[in-house]
Nanobody
Framework: QVQVVESGGGLVQAGGSLRLSCAAS????????MGWYRQAPGKQRELVAT???????NYADSVKGRFTCSRDNAKNTLYLQMNSLKPEDTAVYYC???????????????WGQGTQVTVSS
């Protein structure tokens, strides 16, 4: 059984900062790719940032230079530092982990429940 829990969302004024965390627990053997996605009202879920086990990052153009994704492999935790926030960053932010656990013999995706980020103008 694998659990993925996001935290750190909230209400912030434009130009402010937030730091999201995503903690994974359970019978995890190896985490491959960890990523952040977001879904605004009426829109499809979109990629924000991904980070591989080896440290390679990928960011959506809309957040490059403002958001930084990092991970603590020892704690199975992913972070998203969000600076210079804009109203258009308002969305529910989800964490997705691609990992292999002791319960299954292949890599699979696990999603968290999401955390709301609201940026006021």
């Amino acid at each position: 059984q694998v659990q993925v829990v996001e935290s750190g969302g909230g209400l912030v004024q434009a130009g402010g900062s937030l730091r999201l965390s995503c903690a994974a627990s359970g019978s995890i053997l190896t985490i491959n790719v960890m990523g952040w996605y977001r879904q605004a009202p009426g829109k499809q879920r979109e990629l924000v940032a991904t980070l591989t086990h080896g440290g390679r990052t990928n960011y959506a153009d809309s957040v490059k230079g403002r958001f930084t994704c990092s991970r603590d492999n020892a704690k199975n935790t992913l972070y998203l530092q969000m600076n210079s926030l804009k109203p258009e960053d308002t969305a529910v932010y989800y964490c997705k982990l691609n990992l292999i656990s002791s319960a299954v013999d292949h890599y699979a995706d696990y999603w968290g429940q999401g955390t709301q980020v609201t940026v006021s103008s």
